[in-house]
């Protein structure tokens, strides 16, 4: 897929379904240092999207300004632009930075 198949690349992550609002919500999202910025996350963004078709809710905290700009990038590229994207008062995490699309 990215050309050396010796690489091995740990990325952690979790999404969720809220039952109320029909939202896939991507929970937790990791990436080691040592392979960022190398299209890994972002291939592996595009991947959950596709499986998981639907109504997507992507959080950042407002604070993380790095989270921020690689899930704006990621989202922009994945939908063209087809996007809202707000600031929120998320009652466990405080200020957030949120993107919802349509996969």
């Known amino acids: 897929m990215f ?3 010796n690489i091995q690349v740990t990325i952690f992550f979790t999404i969720a379904q809220n039952s109320t609002e029909y939202y896939n919500k ?3 999202f990791y990436v080691i240092p040592a392979v ?3 299209g890994f996350g972002k291939a592996l963004a ?6 998981y078709p639907g109504k997507w809710d992507v ?3 407002f604070a ?3 989270a921020q700009l690689f899930w ?3 989202i922009d590229d994945f939908t063209s632009g087809n996007y809202q994207e707000s600031q929120l008062s ?4 405080g200020e957030v930075i949120c993107q919802r699309f349509q996969s």
């Open 64 to 66: 993380a300004k790095r």
């Open 36 to 38: 960022r910025k190398k």
């Open 26 to 28: 991507v929970c937790e």
């Open 3 to 5: 050309g050396d198949t």
């Open 59 to 61: 959080r950042q905290l």
């Open 90 to 93: 998320d009652p466990d995490w």
């Open 72 to 74: 704006k990038a990621t």
């Open 46 to 51: 595009f991947e959950i999207f596709r499986r």
